[in-house]
């Protein structure tokens, strides 16, 4: 067995020892949901007895009972039943009961006993012994709320997480990078740094702070200075569009649940009236109906009326519309058009988290009309551009080619040559097996390659996309002339470097740990001038700066000193310039570099502005601690 197979075995298998653990310690009364293992370890889901519950101080007494169990070196049997045998064996267990209830009836079903006493539904595989999770490493961490099948509807249970690790050194390892990855929170540091904050009334939607829009425009403004290097001219189109366009995009059908709608209206009721057999949500069939009351006067809206109308989730439509304006040429292609409208995506209140899940949010979008014979190098062209872009941020990413699926829409010619070119362009980006291929795994209406990036910490994410799209064009009516007079459809290019703005400031946030380049800190320059005599002098400075395009704020006030450079510290500036009486009289800048105790004394103002505007320019990674040039 393969040594990750293996590690799966163990946390699934200790999985069942913390659901015998806790049955041991609040009694055969306690129901058991499902446990499986995760990425770091495993959790199980409970309901205890009335008026227990599991807490942070109960951990450690779990932990004991857990080695307990496992010093007991029980075997463990793996037994095929019948549903009604299986109906019998957990005839006290509701969840299982309605796990089992699902199965076809002539289903074999596997069960697995550890011990005597504690039988799990499981299809395995496990340890043979629980003496094999002698040397297991594991460690209770957090207990949550959950519920039965993730529907908020249904049984809250409590759910208790586990990290499990071949070693100690590993489970040590781990336990520290979490600790720095709390440290590292976006949440944590964007609140102390005043980026962002969010409110109830407006839920998965960020404020964006002064600071925060500081730095959002600053990467923005890199994400436009590289493409117009590369030929895209950008565009802006409605937030919010009458469902014809969404019937015709396909997102009315495939979408519509995550979409903000503004229904039409039928009119209004002249009496109360009750309206019955009404459903959270109509997919779900065993969803309790209900009867709405309606009060006279009431507007009645209706989705179905064609004025309806929806915030977008996606600005592909708007592009496709654009195009379509006029007539075009194979002359004018590829056209590229870049967007950074906002976009708004319902999701569920539980999954939303900071700004790497949010219902508001922009894209570095594009979408580039291109020939079949162009796709390989307009993506190659993209590759370069992610590589650029990921290479100013410090991080490294590696690719992902999603292939043709079995529900794939459009000519199978056309797809074999596009996944073709898209292999081709990975081959001699990365070199063959340099990256990772999902069969099958490709959107319906193309193949696609994502762009995974990792950070400080080691953690991956999916950031950038590139995807084919054979389909749009097709629902949308797009065509060009070709250079032999017929008329052709063009193959569409969805394309994301950044992803979501939000995300991937979230993202950065905690890559940097607050403690971001030069060119990308809301605030590049602070000004303490040390008393007020000196105020003159700091004004203008502060306007040189200015002028000169760099962000500069400074703290006028009849504070002390120390506190003023304490108060910049605190936001993380990298430069705090002390303006004194030499200063004023030399024309010069003393300057405190962030992250370090060491000062820079007397260096020309000019100078320094030259040397801010470089590290702008350059997009500088690192903060220096010397003045060149």
Same mark, same amino acid.
């Given at each position: 067995?393969?040594?990750?197979?293996?590690?799966?075995?163990?946390?699934?298998?200790?999985?069942?020892?913390?659901?015998?653990?806790?049955?041991?310690?609040?009694?055969?009364?306690?129901?058991?949901?499902?446990?499986?293992?995760?990425?770091?370890?495993?959790?199980?889901?409970?309901?205890?007895?009335?008026?227990?519950?599991?807490?942070?101080?109960?951990?450690?007494?779990?932990?004991?009972?857990?080695?307990?169990?496992?010093?007991?070196?029980?075997?463990?049997?793996?037994?095929?039943?019948?549903?009604?045998?299986?109906?019998?064996?957990?005839?006290?267990?509701?969840?299982?009961?309605?796990?089992?209830?699902?199965?076809?009836?002539?289903?074999?079903?596997?069960?697995?006993?550890?011990?005597?006493?504690?039988?799990?539904?499981?299809?395995?595989?496990?340890?043979?012994?629980?003496?094999?999770?002698?040397?297991?490493?594991?460690?209770?961490?957090?207990?949550?709320?959950?519920?039965?099948?993730?529907?908020?509807?249904?049984?809250?249970?409590?759910?208790?997480?586990?990290?499990?690790?071949?070693?100690?050194?590993?489970?040590?390892?781990?336990?520290?990078?979490?600790?720095?990855?709390?440290?590292?929170?976006?949440?944590?540091?964007?609140?102390?740094?005043?980026?962002?904050?969010?409110?109830?009334?407006?839920?998965?939607?960020?404020?964006?702070?002064?600071?925060?829009?500081?730095?959002?425009?600053?990467?923005l403004q890199y994400s436009r200075e590289v493409q117009r290097r590369h030929g895209y001219t950008?565009?802006?189109?409605?937030?919010?569009?009458?469902?014809?366009?969404?019937?015709?995009?396909?997102?009315?059908?495939?979408?519509?649940?995550?979409?903000?709608?503004?229904?039409?209206?039928?009119?209004?009721?002249?009496?109360?009236?009750?309206?019955?057999?009404?459903?959270?949500?109509?997919?779900?069939?065993?969803?309790?109906?209900?009867?709405?009351?309606?009060?006279?006067?009431?507007?009645?809206?209706?989705?179905?009326?064609?004025?309806?109308?929806?915030?977008?989730?996606?600005?592909?439509?708007?592009?496709?519309?654009?195009?379509?304006?006029?007539?075009?040429?194979?002359?004018?292609?590829?056209?590229?058009?870049?967007?950074?409208?906002?976009?708004?995506?319902?999701?569920?209140?539980?999954?939303?988290?900071?700004?790497?899940?949010?219902?508001?949010?922009?894209?570095?979008?594009?979408?580039?009309?291109?020939?079949?014979?162009?796709?390989?190098?307009?993506? +190659?062209?993209?590759? /370069? $551009?992610? =590589? %650029?872009? @990921?290479?100013?941020? &410090?991080?490294?990413?590696?690719?992902?080619?999603?292939?043709?699926?079995?529900?794939?829409?459009?000519?199978?010619?056309?797809?074999?040559?596009?996944? +073709?070119?898209?292999? /081709? $362009?990975? =081959? %001699?980006? @990365?070199?063959?097996? &340099?990256?990772?291929?999902?069969?099958?795994?490709?959107?319906?209406?193309?193949?696609?390659?994502?762009?995974?990036?990792?950070?400080?910490?080691?953690?991956?994410?999916?950031?950038?996309?590139?995807?084919?799209?054979?389909?749009?064009?097709?629902?949308?009516?797009?065509?060009?002339?070709?250079?032999?007079?017929?008329?052709?459809?063009?193959?569409?290019?969805?394309?994301?470097?950044?992803?979501?703005?939000?995300?991937?400031?979230?993202?950065?946030?905690?890559?940097?740990?607050?403690?971001?380049?030069?060119?990308?800190?809301?605030?590049?320059?602070?000004?303490?001038?040390?008393?007020?005599?000196?105020?003159?002098?700091?004004?203008?400075?502060?306007?040189?700066?200015?002028?000169?395009?760099?962000?500069?704020?400074?703290?006028?006030?009849?504070?002390?000193?120390?506190?003023?450079?304490?108060?910049?510290k605190n936001y993380k500036d990298p430069y705090i310039l002390v303006l004194g009486d030499h200063?004023?009289?030399?024309?010069?800048?003393?300057?405190?570099?962030?992250?370090?105790?060491?000062?820079?004394?007397?260096?020309?103002?000019?100078?320094?502005?030259?040397?801010?505007?470089?590290?702008?320019?350059?997009?500088?990674?690192?903060?220096?601690?010397?003045?060149?040039?």
């Amino acid at each position: 067995m393969e040594k990750e197979e293996l590690l799966q075995v163990y946390r699934h298998s200790l999985a069942h020892i913390l659901a015998k653990a806790v049955i041991e310690i609040y009694g055969k009364e306690v129901q058991y949901g499902i446990g499986p293992q995760i990425e770091d370890g495993c959790y199980y889901d409970f309901v205890l007895p009335e008026g227990k519950s599991i807490g942070e101080e109960d951990f450690k007494a779990i932990e004991n009972k857990m080695r307990e169990i496992i010093k007991r070196r029980e075997p463990w049997t793996r037994k095929e039943v019948s549903k009604a045998e299986a109906k019998e064996i957990f005839k006290d267990q509701k969840f299982k009961l309605e796990l089992i209830e699902e199965l076809p009836e002539d289903e074999t079903i596997s069960v697995y006993y550890t011990g005597d006493d504690y039988v799990d539904l499981c299809r395995g595989p496990h340890v043979e012994n629980s003496q094999e999770l002698m040397s297991a490493a594991y460690q209770i961490h957090s207990c949550s709320a959950a519920y039965w099948r993730g529907d908020e509807k249904r049984d809250h249970m409590q759910r208790v997480y586990v990290y499990a690790f071949p070693t100690k050194d590993e489970l040590k390892q781990h336990v520290k990078m979490i600790e720095e990855a709390r440290e590292r929170d976006h949440k944590k540091i964007g609140a102390q740094l005043e980026l962002f904050m969010f409110n109830e009334t407006a839920p998965g939607m960020p404020y964006w702070l002064p600071r925060g829009w500081q730095m959002y425009q600053a990467l923005l403004q890199y994400s436009r200075e590289v493409q117009r290097r590369h030929g895209y001219t950008e565009i802006a189109a409605p937030l919010v569009n009458n469902k014809r366009l969404w019937l015709v995009s396909g997102h009315w059908a495939h979408y519509l649940n995550n979409m903000f709608i503004v229904p039409g209206i039928d009119g209004y009721t002249t009496a109360d009236a009750d309206i019955e057999n009404v459903v959270e949500d109509y997919k779900d069939e065993a969803a309790e109906k209900k009867v709405a009351k309606i009060q006279a006067g009431s507007v009645i809206y209706n989705r179905e009326n064609i004025d309806t109308m929806a915030a977008k989730p996606m600005n592909c439509p708007n592009a496709m519309l654009t195009f379509k304006r006029k007539l075009r040429s194979y002359k004018e292609l590829p056209i590229r058009y870049s967007e950074y409208d906002v976009l708004h995506r319902k999701e569920k209140s539980g999954q939303m988290n900071g700004l790497f899940r949010v219902q508001e949010f922009r894209q570095d979008d594009d979408h580039t009309f291109v020939m079949e014979s162009q796709i390989k190098d307009e993506i +190659a062209d993209v590759i /370069s $551009i992610a =590589d %650029e872009i @990921y290479k100013t941020f &410090g991080v490294t990413y590696r690719a992902e080619l999603s292939t043709r699926p079995d529900d794939f829409m459009g000519d199978i010619d056309v797809w074999n040559r596009a996944e +073709a070119s898209l292999k /081709s $362009i990975l =081959d %001699e980006k @990365y070199g063959e097996g &340099g990256y990772e291929i999902n069969e099958g795994d490709g959107a319906f209406y193309g193949p696609k390659i994502d762009l995974q990036i990792k950070d400080a910490l080691g953690r991956e994410w999916q950031c950038g996309t590139v995807q084919l799209d054979f389909q749009l064009p097709h629902n949308f009516g797009l065509n060009y002339t070709a250079e032999d007079g017929t008329q052709q459809m063009p193959v569409v290019i969805h394309r994301a470097i950044y992803g979501s703005l939000e995300r991937f400031i979230g993202i950065i946030i905690e890559n940097f740990k607050g403690n971001f380049p030069f060119w990308l800190n809301p605030y590049q320059v602070a000004l303490v001038p040390i008393r007020e005599e000196h105020n003159a002098y700091a004004k203008k400075v502060e306007e040189a700066l200015m002028n000169a395009g760099i962000r500069v704020e400074a703290d006028y006030s009849d504070k002390n000193m120390k506190t003023k450079i304490k108060g910049f510290k605190n936001y993380k500036d990298p430069y705090i310039l002390v303006l004194g009486d030499h200063e004023a009289e030399e024309n010069t800048v003393s300057i405190n570099v962030r992250g370090s105790n060491k000062q820079i004394q007397n260096v020309p103002l000019d100078k320094f502005i030259a040397f801010c505007q470089k590290l702008n320019r350059e997009h500088t990674l690192e903060l220096p601690d010397e003045i060149d040039g």
